[in-house]
């Protein structure tokens, strides 16, 4: 399982924004929809075994995972619909988790919450503890870089990350993935892309849905 | 320069659509406006160094030139409207080459065109021709193959390439980029890492602007 965790900064709280004005009202949140392609969308199929974390102003968790997601399409505007519903969601039940929609999930939560339950070993026998790695440019070039199957990869937004965030993170391997300074969303198409050259080669392939 | 020639099998050839249905009644554009991102969008960057090419229902060109590229940004909605506005443009003016807004150009054109283009001998002493690639599922691994700097590289939209435009590509060689089948602009994003990670290693930088 590969996870993906994403700061998004100034993504409201709450779902009164206008999804025909993703960049603006609704906090860029453009670049999270992003993010979530990247990360779950393969050509005519969904990626099983990944998870994404987007970390709303460190106070909401929206979860996604891919052994469970339903109605995922590439686009912004309807992943961003998906997204308004578990804010929608989140203001009905804020105290606990819901699953809005098949396989997205939405509770209070905070960046360190997400890298506890992540740092923390899996319950049952002979199962790895996730490793937990910052893509940043300032970092150690990934493809040099030995990484187990069970992994998980941090991003900010179009925003850096806080100073709060930068201390939380200090203990964390940062990797970097090239030369230039990167969207988010498109560091995790890279990311996917070195692990299945690895996975290929090793024979361990990445799980998929091949849809009509 | 690097180039990247898109197919949009579905996408109208008039601006009638509505920005708010991109994957519906815009015949899938947010593919092309995905890539057109891919293609040019660094993290608060455009890519100078970079043309694109979408070749709608292969009657219609749409080129964006990074050297004259403004007003692009990163969201679908707002780089569909460029489009729309070029296909207003072209509406108005079908016959020639109408530049609809800064570094968008319109015209009335062919695969074929976009590639006897791209593969004349460029004007003036010691310009290198550019070679073109197909990228495709079934193709030699990119790692493993040397590439110039200036370089185009061919993908589809959602859909294969028709049976005319296999035959039209059949002389290019296919390139690979990993084991699983990719969106198109996932393509892009990786092809560009590539190629900025062999530019970076030879002093060859890409060119970009840094935006406010």
Sequence with gaps: MRAF?????RVPLTPDFALNDL??????????????TAAFCLSHGIRHDVCVYLVLQNQIVIRLDGSRLKRLNPDERST???LQ?????HMEHPDREIESTPGIFVAPGTL???????ASPHPGPGVETRSIY??????????QFELSSEVAFL?????????????????????????????ADH??????NELDLRSHSTGLFATQTRLP
């Design 134 to 143: 910052v893509l940043h440019e300032r970092g150690a070039p990934i493809r």
């Design 112 to 118: 360190r919450d997400v890298l506890d339950a992540l």
């Design 155 to 183: 991003l900010s937004d179009h925003l850096d990350f806080h100073p709060e965030e930068e201390l939380l993170l200090s203990g964390f391997t940062r990797l970097n993935l090239g030369p230039l300074s990167l969207h």
């Design 5 to 9: 965790i994403v700061l998004g900064h």
């Design 23 to 36: 960049p603006g009202s609704a906090g860029r949140l453009d670049v999270l929809c992003r993010c979530v």
């Design 85 to 89: 519903k578990a804010l929608k969601a």
């Design 80 to 82: 961003a619909a998906l």
């Design 187 to 192: 560091c995790i198409t890279i990311t996917h």
